[in-house]
């Protein structure tokens, strides 16, 4: 699935009323999600506290709290440390604090993590993105792809999906499937 090749998990709680609280539940989404991610073995997580706009009121400071103590002792439970997590107040709709800070919540100081004895800090969700480790991939050796799924695309062609755990691919390469010893050269990546 993607989300066991995923290098970095977002996990996003609405802050609308009822919302939060329905995904937060025993059986709730946001719980299953945080809880997948984690036994699928993705070590770094970022939360997005969406819909900051249909808040009560709107854009609370106070509701992000709440939102953030809950989700903060949820991940610890399952084996994220919160220090390392950051939690950013956005509105998807309205592009608060996705890209550039938000006006709309003077309150949000940014989010600071902990990672491998440095501080980092950021107030958007893009920035907390740049934050995160990126994987350490061994670009020198032979190119190993493991396949997910193959699409066929009407008028495109053949279309491998998978995750380069090894080596580099681009367009023009000729690469070999194997165990078919299938060779053929990349149209696009």
Not at 8 to 35: D, P
Not at 89 to 106: A, F, T, V, Y
Request: glycine residues 10%.
């Amino acid at each position: 699935t993607g989300t066991s090749q995923a290098d970095c998990a977002v996990l996003i709680c609405a802050a609308g009323v009822g919302e939060f609280e329905a995904g937060i539940s025993k059986n709730g989404q946001t719980r299953e999600h945080a809880l997948l991610a984690y036994t699928l073995g993705v070590k770094q997580m970022i939360v997005g506290v969406n819909k900051m706009d249909s808040a009560e009121p709107k854009y609370s400071q106070a509701r992000y709290e709440e939102i953030t103590k809950e989700v903060s002792s949820y991940i610890k439970k399952i084996g994220y440390n919160p220090a390392t997590v950051p939690f950013v107040p956005i509105s998807g709709w309205h592009g608060d604090n996705m890209i550039e800070p938000s006006p709309n919540m003077p309150w949000y100081k940014g989010w600071s993590i902990e990672k491998k004895g440095a501080k980092l800090e950021g107030k958007t969700l893009l920035q907390a993105l740049d934050a995160m480790d990126p994987p350490s991939r061994p670009v020198d050796k032979a190119l190993r792809l493991p396949l997910q799924d193959v699409y066929k695309i009407g008028g495109i062609g053949t279309v491998p999906v998978g995750r380069v755990e090894t080596g580099t691919i681009k367009p023009g390469m000729i690469v070999t499937f194997a165990p078919v010893n299938l060779t053929t050269e990349v149209k696009s990546v």
